[in-house]
């Protein structure tokens, strides 16, 4: 059962997660030993996944964001299909409802990156169309 204490400790990791134990027991009023025994507990079952570094992608030499809507034949979570988290511009894939089948967040370093990464997608077996969506502005990720 996640309390209120877990919640806490869970947004002040979310908006840092390189905090030391004792300054997030200061934070949501507990002891680094209180704190350290939750996160283990939290992460024991399933409720922290894991630790993520947040990047910036234009630091990176990646400053186009996109958003690409894959419609395919089927469910579209064919095995090929998986194969394309192996490319480095992709950092998410959803499997969605609606006009498409998959969703995947990519970052590249251009629009002609953009494009080569779409002629990939498209010579996927089972792929049959694609939308894009480029960010002009992040607030939230």
């Known amino acids: 059962v996640i309390d209120a204490f ?3 400790i869970l947004a002040a990791l ?23 025994e939750r996160v283990r507990r939290l992460r024991q079952s399933g409720a922290i996944k894991g630790v993520h570094a947040a990047l910036d992608g234009a630091a990176l030499g990646k400053p186009l964001l996109a958003f690409v809507h894959v419609e395919a034949a089927g469910w579209g979570k064919s095995e090929r ?12 894939m959803h499997s969605v409802a609606g006009d498409a089948s998959v969703l995947f967040k990519v970052r590249t370093a251009s629009p002609q990156a953009l494009e080569a990464f779409l002629a990939q997608i498209h010579a996927v077996p089972g792929v049959t169309g694609t939308r ?7 607030y939230l990720e």
């Open 81 to 92: 299909l998986m194969q394309v988290l192996q490319f480095p511009e992709v950092e998410e």
């Open 14 to 36: 979310a908006a840092d997660s390189s905090q030391s134990y004792a300054r997030l027991g200061e934070a949501v009023g507990l002891s680094a030993p209180a704190v350290h």
């Open 6 to 8: 877990d919640r806490r």
């Open 132 to 138: 894009s969506y480029i960010a002009l502005s992040t």
